[in-house]
């Protein structure tokens, strides 16, 4: 049994999905989140940068003396897990290896689509995670810049955002793809329009449930988990407007969020 | 006569519409222009934020012997420039205060319209400038948050941005508004959209232009200016990505960017 909290960084409030699941599958865990509100989007900045970031979140996230570090942004998750993993003592995990299992167990024809920002797609990490698991399988990916902007909007189900979506998806609609990986943070709050302009055929998959789940087992593996009478506490931290995290994050998690505090992280 | 170089900021990349204008209106002149594509964007960001990044941005350019620091950024300059002002030495040049000025003598019913990032429209900068100089003018102002990422997709002239332009832009016409203030460095590339849209009788106010023109009066009145027959050098610094600063920038200047290094701005 460890009664230290669970770490879970994000460039803003996206990761917010996966902190949603981690309550769900893990209850008596207690939480530390951080949101880069300060530098968000990392979805569109270079290997260098994003890698730097990771290790100031992460570093963050080990003061507040947290056994193990959720990497809920798939950017970084894409760009920096292998670097965090080899010189961070607790277990880290990231969103991409598990996106990466649930897509090839729910698709039968190997045509699997994944959806990102520049950095992820253009890193080739879903694809690389796929292929271990399933060399045969054909992988369409696609950037898709405009979706977190219009779900920050507050435009997710607008006819913008169907024009957007059919623009973004046709090259995946043409290959007859049978699962589609949302595999960036905010597309969960897309689901309804993408699953719209995909039509009933396609799985869409949400890696932020598997990477709970993923999270549950090395907990387990390792001896980990909360007690689990533990009644448990959610702390946040950002690195720009508390405020807006409030409100919009509520959103996200389907519940009100308090206790936020901003954070220097340029210092870490 | 002074042969130090000019600085210029901007959160990004769409300053460079500003150092456009400069080249035209005092070519005999150095420039040195930062972008803080690390961090970009500012827009949605906080005061305390923008102000901590504006003082960085500076103090790079300053440690470069600049003579002049022009402020491209609409919401650095909604936000800081007060604060700049105040404690540097060299004259620091916004472009609220000239864009005002350029809305002002163009407008006939006092009806203006602005439009920028959230961070600017927020601010009330440009209402307070415009109403300084013509008390019964009449301002609305309308954050327009997914113009920038159109633009950086390349999606300037699509039905997309036509779609978003006449969703934005609805509340400006139903106030009647003859002058439109671009108030945002990436909006110049929305022109032709943002003027099928308000149609011809709404005079569009680029304040890149009347930012440049601000600065020669200010080079000339303090003896600032350099040799009319100096051959300009052009240096260009990013926080992140240079290579796609110098793929991305070309088309904002309509010409080839070369001459691009990479800055930690985090430690200035």
Known sequence: MDRRPIGVFDSGIGGLTVVKEIMKIL????????????????????????IKFAFQDSRFLLSKNVKAIVVACNTAS????GELQESIEVPVIGVIKPGA??????????????????????????????????????IIGHPCPLFVPLVEEGWAGTKVSYLVAEEYLKPLKDVDIDTLVMGCTHYPLLTRVVGDVMGQDVTL??????TALELKEILMEKGL??????????????????????????????????NIQKVDIEKY
Chains 1, 2 share one sequence.
């Not at 894409?78 to 897990?81: G, N, T």
């Not at 992820?120 to 271990?132: F, P, V």
Request: zero cysteines; charged letters at 25%.
């Open 27 to 50: 209850p008596e865990e207690d939480i530390v989140y951080f949101g880069d509100t300060a530098r968000v989007p990392y979805g569109s900045k270079s290997r260098d940068t994003i």
């Open 78 to 81: 894409a760009m920096s897990l």
């Open 101 to 138: 299992h649930a897509a090839v167990r729910a698709s039968k024809t190997g045509r699997i689509g994944i959806i990102g920002t520049e950095g992820t797609i253009g890193s080739r990490a879903y694809e690389n995670a796929i292929k271990k698991l399933y060399p045969e399988a054909e």
């Open 205 to 210: 998959i949400n890696p932020a449930e598997e």
């Open 225 to 258: 988990q909360n007690d689990p009478e533990n009644n448990p506490s959610y702390r946040y931290y950002v690195s720009d407007n508390p405020d807006k995290f409030s409100r919009v994050g509520s959103n996200f998690l389907n519940r009100d969020i308090s």
